[in-house]
């Protein structure tokens, strides 16, 4: 794919995102099936925090500046750190749809962008700026599975019917 139609894509996410978040109650967003997984609220904390300091950041830095270490993240560990759970969901997907709305604009603003160069990472190896860009496509479509997946279990949990006519999961 070229690099304009990956970012025609996250664009369009953006609206995928917005329709699958907006107008959830208190009790939808804050559900989990189990210990280890995320929430709505905290998927959303996620793609923000990914938004602005992960993908957005490593483009932007293997495309002006490869030779130097983009700064460090901890997606993982954010959960507990920055209290995803206690966090304002309308907030914070507000915060999400505008800063996601800010990449596709600088994206959009680049001419003769170099998404051949490489940022080596001391462990991970090399990553072209299309790379970085590709795989933030990906983890899009990684979360928009993941959210319905979220609503798929409380949809079980919370109608107390059978969901089997609808088909397999």
Not at 36 to 61: A, G, P, Q
Request: glycine share 4%; charged share 25%.
């Amino acid at each position: 794919m070229k690099p304009e139609e990956i970012i025609e894509h996250l664009k369009d996410n953006l609206f995928v995102f917005k329709a699958l978040l907006n107008g959830k109650q208190p009790d939808e967003f804050n559900f989990r099936p189990d210990d280890s997984s995320w929430s709505l609220l905290e998927i959303t904390c996620h793609l923000y925090d990914e938004e602005k300091e992960d993908f957005r950041t490593r483009v932007r830095n293997t495309l002006h500046t490869p030779h130097l270490a983009p700064p460090p993240i901890n997606p993982s560990g954010w959960v507990k750190e920055r209290n995803y759970a206690g966090q304002n969901f309308e907030e914070k997907l507000n915060a999400f749809l505008i800063e996601r709305d800010a990449s596709i604009e600088w994206l959009k603003s680049l001419h003769e962008a170099q998404w051949d160069n490489i940022y080596e990472h001391p462990t991970a190896g090399k990553f072209t700026a299309y790379s970085f860009l590709t795989n933030w496509l990906a983890h899009d479509y990684h979360h928009i599975r993941q959210i319905n997946r979220r609503l798929y279990e409380y949809l079980k949990a919370k109608s107390g019917v059978s969901l089997g006519y609808a088909g397999d999961w």
